[in-house]
T-cell receptor, first 111, second 112 residues
Framework: DAGVIQSPRHEVTEMGQEVTLRCKPI?????LFWYRQTMMRGLELLIY????????DSGMPEDRFSAKMPNASFSTLKIQPSEPRDSAVYFC?????????FGPGTRLTVL | KNQVEQSPQSLIILEGKNCTLQ??????????LRWYKQDTGRGPVSLTI?????NTKSNGRYTATLDADTKQSSLHITASQLSDSASYIC???????????FGTGTLLAVQP
């Protein structure tokens, strides 16, 4: 298995633009998590899905952020409009029972 | 408030030496405690997961301990290698909503 796949790996955009981050979880895993990591705040859970259903989105910072999981093999995290303070590394993690496997992350820079 | 605090923030050791990283938490109720290793530019990788009933768990040269009474955990690295240079993150599962609560990590540098 290739592990969790995230794209793009790097994204540079201008303030106000829409950004879409993509994640392909490990086949057979039933949970999917989106995290954000910054130097100041460390890793923060944004949202997680169980069997494609959003379970807890209390970590989503505001309405500019939205996440979808249309099927078991794909999820997106969208930011619209983006702001400079959204600059961070966004990780997707795939979960099975009590274990989580992280993807390589997407480094987002909003100018 | 549910919190996870790690110490030290950073640590430099010589290759071959041992080291111990600390994690204190105030998460209640407690479900599990994990240690992750995060190499620069990569996602975290799980080293150990411990539940309430476990007080030690090893993964190669990594040994994690848990004292649920004092709400403390440690990660001991034996005979360090250059590849151990990374950030080590303590994560506690629990709280009213059974979330994962992350520490800010200890940055370890192993020098030759």
């Amino acid at each position: 298995d290739a592990g969790v796949i995230q794209s793009p790996r790097h994204e540079v955009t201008e303030m106000g633009q829409e950004v879409t981050l993509r994640c392909k979880p490990i086949s057979g895993h039933n949970s999917l998590f989106w995290y954000r990591q910054t130097m100041m705040r460390g890793l923060e859970l944004l949202i997680y899905f169980n069997n494609n259903v959003p379970i807890d989105d209390s970590g989503m910072p505001e309405d500019r952020f939205s996440a979808k999981m249309p099927n078991a093999s794909f999820s997106t995290l969208k930011i619209q409009p983006s702001e400079p303070r959204d600059s961070a590394v966004y990780f997707c993690a795939s979960g099975y029972y009590n274990e989580q496997f992280f993807g390589p992350g997407t480094r987002l820079t909003v100018l | 408030k549910n919190q996870v605090e790690q110490s030290p923030q950073s640590l430099i050791i010589l290759e071959g030496k041992n080291c111990t990283l600390q994690c204190n938490y105030t998460v209640s109720p407690f479900s599990n405690l994990r240690w992750y290793k995060q190499d620069t530019g990569r996602g975290p990788v799980s080293l150990t997961i411990m539940t309430f009933s476990e007080n030690t768990k090893s993964n190669g040269r990594y040994t994690a301990t848990l004292d649920a009474d004092t709400k403390q955990s440690s990660l001991h690295i034996t005979a360090s290698q250059l590849s151990d240079s990374a950030s080590y993150i303590c994560v506690v599962g629990g709280g009213a909503t059974n979330k994962l609560i992350f520490g800010t990590g200890t940055l370890l540098a192993v020098q030759p």
